[in-house]
């Protein structure tokens, strides 16, 4: 189905449909204005869009004629669309090749890959990213379902328990353990995995989701070697909740990696060197998935605290906001109030996260240093 021309007058009776591939995402705060995220998969062009104008994307699916979406908008908006606006709003989307039948632009230019080196670089690690998460998607399925998850998330919250109910014998441990080179290579190697295990992760909720993965590789910048897994329209997964369980996975999965480890150190301990060796690794583990959910970017925290809040660009529209708020700026009141909210809570939350992780490596360093 084409797009009517410009200047023609466009029939009620009209039914447009936005061209497969099209995603619409959910409103966000973005400053003082409310924005959706629009993106043709096809070319990778991505922009905002009004509330009204995205009412009208989410609808546009060829089963509605241009009148009946006008009643729908006007039920809800309080007012029809003329037809200069109508004209305007149908041209923009067909120039932007979003309308089933429209000329498609041609893609974004494919950004040319950073010279790899010794010293930094990234390597992609297969050629079908999606096709391979898709596959270890249907391998653990099963255990994202409610009945395995959360047996299993109730054991994480055990060992977690444990861990700081013992937090002095895994200090001690872990502070052996750097003593110990051997020991700390094998750690190191393990946490390594655990790392790689985390980006997997995300790809794989994500997939359960519905979304698309887009590359698994590796990245180097000498002597730090990671692995990465870029999800490419994790803002467009279905609801707010797959969104946060996509970011919240990797540290899940992270803590899920040292449940066999715990229950070495709990259960059954071969032999007191393996004991402090596993609540050693307990411990960073512990400490690397948590890292990983503080909220400033590019964590995972900051993207669960993006979605909680449904905002864009969190950090910065907060600090913009902050600054108004201070200076008594009349734009400040332009905020919506949920916006504002956010905007307040966010910097409230990020000093009590980082006031007690002080706290916490004080407490582990008075314990190392004086032993009580």
Same mark, same amino acid.
């Given at each position: ?170 200090? !001690? @441990? &872990? ?6 080179? %051997? +020991? $700390?290579?094998?750690?190191?190697? /393990?946490?390594? #995995? ?77 032999? !007191? @060197? &393996? ?6 690794? %307990? +411990? $960073?583990?512990?400490?690397?998935? /948590?890292?990983? #959910? ?79």
């Amino acid at each position: 189905m084409s797009a009517p021309a410009e200047r023609a007058a466009v029939p009620g009776s009209y039914r447009p449909a936005l061209r497969a591939g099209v995603l619409v995402g959910g409103p966000l705060y973005d400053g003082p204005a409310t924005v959706h995220l629009v993106k043709d998969t096809g070319t990778g062009h991505a922009f905002k869009a009004g509330p009204r104008e995205a009412f009208l994307l989410a609808r546009m699916d060829g089963t509605r004629a241009l009148d009946e979406l006008g009643t729908e908008y006007a039920a809800v908006h309080g007012k029809r669309l003329g037809e200069a606006q109508w004209r305007q709003l149908l041209a923009l989307l067909g120039t932007r090749g979003l309308l089933d039948g429209a000329p498609r632009p041609a893609a974004d230019p494919v950004a040319p890959a950073e010279p790899r080196t010794l010293w930094r670089g990234t390597l992609r690690l297969v050629a079908d990213a999606d096709a391979t998460t898709a596959r270890l998607h249907r391998m653990v399925r099963p255990l994202l379902h409610p009945a395995a998850l959360v047996p299993l998330l109730l054991l994480v919250l055990a060992l977690e328990t444990a861990l700081v109910l013992r937090a002095g014998e895994a200090l !001690d @441990a &872990t502070w052996a353990l750097f003593r110990n080179p %051997v +020991l $700390l290579v094998a750690a190191a190697t /393990l946490l390594w #995995l655990s790392t790689a295990l985390h980006e997997l992760a995300h790809g794989v909720v994500a997939r359960h989701y519905g979304g698309t993965v887009a590359e698994i590789g590796l990245r180097w910048r000498l002597p730090v070697v990671i692995m990465y897994c870029t999800v490419d329209n994790y803002p467009y997964l279905p609801t707010r909740w797959a969104r946060i369980a996509t970011a919240v996975a990797g540290a899940v999965m992270n803590l899920l990696f040292l449940l066999p480890f715990g229950a070495l150190w709990l259960l059954a301990p071969p032999d !007191d @060197a &393996t004991r402090d060796a596993c609540a050693a690794l %307990v +411990l $960073l583990g512990t400490v690397q998935a /948590l890292a990983m #959910l503080i909220p400033l970017p590019p964590l995972d925290g900051y993207q669960i605290a993006g979605q909680l809040t449904r905002t864009l660009g969190l950090f910065t529209a907060s600090r913009t906001y902050l600054g108004l708020a201070l200076r008594r700026d009349a734009a400040a009141r332009a905020y919506p109030a949920p916006a504002r909210r956010a905007y307040l809570a966010y910097p409230a939350a990020v000093l009590l996260v980082l006031a007690g992780t002080g706290l916490a490596l004080w407490a582990a360093a008075r314990h190392l240093l004086t032993g009580s």
